[in-house]
């Protein structure tokens, strides 16, 4: 089992940067893949970036790319979500999620686990 629970949201102006963290409790922390996800309102929830076990591979969704990375530390049991040059449709609610398995994976019905989101919000 494991509990998450997202922090670091927030309004930003557009171009502007937020880091998200998520705090993993649970002894697998290390075992899983961990992910992030975002839902706008009247959306379908996105994948945004997954990070194997290690950290040793990371992918993150094309529109995202050269703008949001992905990293963890194993030793704190947390997973963060660089945010950088924000656009105002990066607004939505970002999730951290954790999949019980070595394989990445892009889509939400493939992760375990849940946090409850956090709200980013990007003024134009």
């Known amino acids: 089992q494991v509990q998450l629970v997202e922090s670091g949201g927030g309004l930003v102006q557009a171009g502007g940067s937020l880091r998200l963290s998520c705090a993993a409790s649970?002894?697998?922390?290390?075992?899983?893949?961990m992910g992030w996800f975002r839902q706008a309102p009247g959306k379908e929830r996105e994948f945004v970036a997954a990070?194997?076990?290690?950290?040793?591979?990371?992918s993150v969704a094309d529109s995202m790319k050269g703008r949001f990375s992905i990293s963890r530390d194993d030793v704190k049991n947390t997973v963060s979500l660089q945010m950088n040059s924000l656009k105002p449709e990066d607004t939505a609610v970002y999730y951290c999620?954790?999949?019980?398995?070595?394989?990445?994976?892009?889509?939400?019905?493939?992760?375990?686990?849940w946090g409850q989101g956090t709200q980013v919000t990007v003024s134009s």
């Open positions: 999620a954790a999949r019980s398995f070595s394989i990445l994976a892009w889509r939400a019905g493939d992760y375990q686990y």
């Open positions: 649970g002894r697998t922390f290390n075992s899983n893949v």
């Open positions: 990070i194997s076990r290690a950290g040793s591979t990371t």
